[in-house]
C-alpha cells in the first residue's frame, strides 16, 4: 500500500520498520522537527527521522499542519493511509480526511479507557491490571475513534512503566502490520467506542513525580512503577548533612509499620500511610542508577526518614 509514516519517538520506530519491511511503499515520513540536546545544544533528529533516512524515506517536519500550504502537500503525496504511532502534533480534518482509508493511529490503551498523551505511565499508576493496544480510525476527537485489531497485555505486579512502553511498542508493530495487511484484502472492520468507561491520561506533571509517604504502598509502589525509569518518583534524604534527592526506580511491597516516611531498619524499607514498600533500584542525584545495596555501602549513616 502506500503509506505516509508519522511518528517521532523510539516508541514509533518497529511499527515504521515493519511497514518497510512489509513491503508496503512508505513515500514520506512526518515527525516533530529537530530539538537542541546534549551539552552542546546542537539540534538532534527524532528516532524516527534517523531511521526513515536510514530507509531513505523522504522526510517532512512542519511545526503545524494546520496551514493550506502543509495541508496541500500532504494531500499531494496521494498516500492510501496514514499511520501513526506517537507523532505528537493535532491532525486537523483536512489532514485525516486526505489518505483514501484515513489515518490509523497505534494508542496504548483498552479504549476509551486512558484516552490522552500518557496512556501506559497511567495504567500502572492506577493500578491496573491490564491494558492493551489497538489500531484506531482516527477522528477529530482525542483518541475517540473507532477500534480496529486490538491486544490485550497484562501488567505484572511489579512491571515498570519502561517495561511496558517495551513489549506494547513490538506488539504494536505487528498489530500495525496485520491490520495493514487485511486493509489490502479488504477484510478491516472496526467498531465504535463504547459509550462508557472513558477516562483521560493526562500527561504527566513534574508535581506528581514526589513521592507522598503518607499514601498507601500500594499507591506508592504504583507511582514508583508508572515512572519508572522517566521522569522517576523521587523523594529527598538527609545523607552527610546535606539534603539529597534520590528517585526510586523499582520497588516492592513489604511488611513494616510505622510513621509515613520513617526508614524501617538498613534495608531501604520504607513506612507509608498503610504498610510498607522496599525500594530495589534508586538513582541518587547527580549518579546512575543503582541497587539498593549498592546505594547503602554509599551512603553512609542514614536519617531515622525521609519526606
Not at 36 to 58: C, D, L, M, N, Y
Not at 246 to 269: F, H, M, T, W
Request: aromatic share 6%.
Amino acid at each position: 500500500m502506500r503509506v505516509v509514516f508519522m511518528g517521532t519517538p523510539d516508541f514509533s520506530v518497529p511499527t515504521l520498520t515493519e511497514i518497510v519491511s512489509a513491503g508496503h511503499e512508505v513515500v514520506a515520513v512526518y515527525t516533530r522537527a529537530p530539538k537542541p540536546a546534549g551539552r552542546g545544544q546542537a539540534e538532534r533528529k527524532s528516532p524516527v527521522h534517523e531511521t526513515a533516512e536510514a530507509f531513505g524515506i523522504p522526510v517532512f517536519t512542519p511545526r503545524s499542519l494546520k496551514g493550506e500550504t502543509e495541508q496541500a502537500q500532504f494531500a499531494s503525496l496521494g498516500a492510501e493511509v496514514a499511520v501513526v504511532v506517537a507523532y505528537g502534533l493535532i491532525l486537523p480534518k483536512a489532514v485525516l480526511d486526505a489518505p483514501e482509508y484515513g489515518c490509523l493511529n497505534l494508542h496504548g490503551s483498552l479504549l476509551p479507557r486512558w484516552r490522552g498523551a500518557a496512556p501506559i505511565q497511567r495504567a500502572i499508576m492506577a493500578g491496573d491490571s491490564q491494558t492493551g493496544i489497538v489500531v484506531m480510525q482516527m477522528d477529530e476527537g482525542l483518541d475517540t475513534g473507532a477500534m480496529g485489531p486490538t491486544e490485550i497485555i497484562p501488567i505484572a505486579p511489579d512491571m515498570t512503566a519502561g517495561e511496558l512502553h517495551d513489549q506494547m511498542m513490538r506488539v504494536g508493530a505487528d498489530l500495525m502490520g496485520r491490520a495493514l495487511a487485511a486493509l489490502e484484502r479488504g477484510s478491516l472492520d472496526f467498531t465504535p467506542q463504547p459509550n462508557s468507561g472513558e477516562t483521560y491520561a493526562a500527561k504527566i506533571d513534574k508535581a506528581e513525580a514526589r513521592i507522598d509517604f503518607a499514601k498507601s504502598s500500594e499507591e506508592v509502589h504504583n507511582l514508583v512503577r508508572g515512572l519508572s525509569p522517566f521522569p522517576g518518583a523521587w523523594f529527598e534524604m538527609e545523607l552527610g548533612g546535606k539534603t539529597v534527592r534520590i528517585k526510586a526506580l523499582r520497588s516492592s511491597i513489604a511488611e513494616g509499620i510505622g510513621q509515613p516516611g520513617a526508614l524501617l531498619g538498613d534495608n531501604l524499607v520504607i513506612a507509608c500511610g498503610n504498610g510498607a514498600i522496599r525500594l530495589t533500584q534508586v538513582q541518587r542525584e547527580g549518579k546512575g542508577m543503582m541497587d539498593a545495596a549498592t546505594f547503602l555501602r554509599g551512603a553512609g549513616p542514614l536519617p531515622a526518614k525521609v519526606s
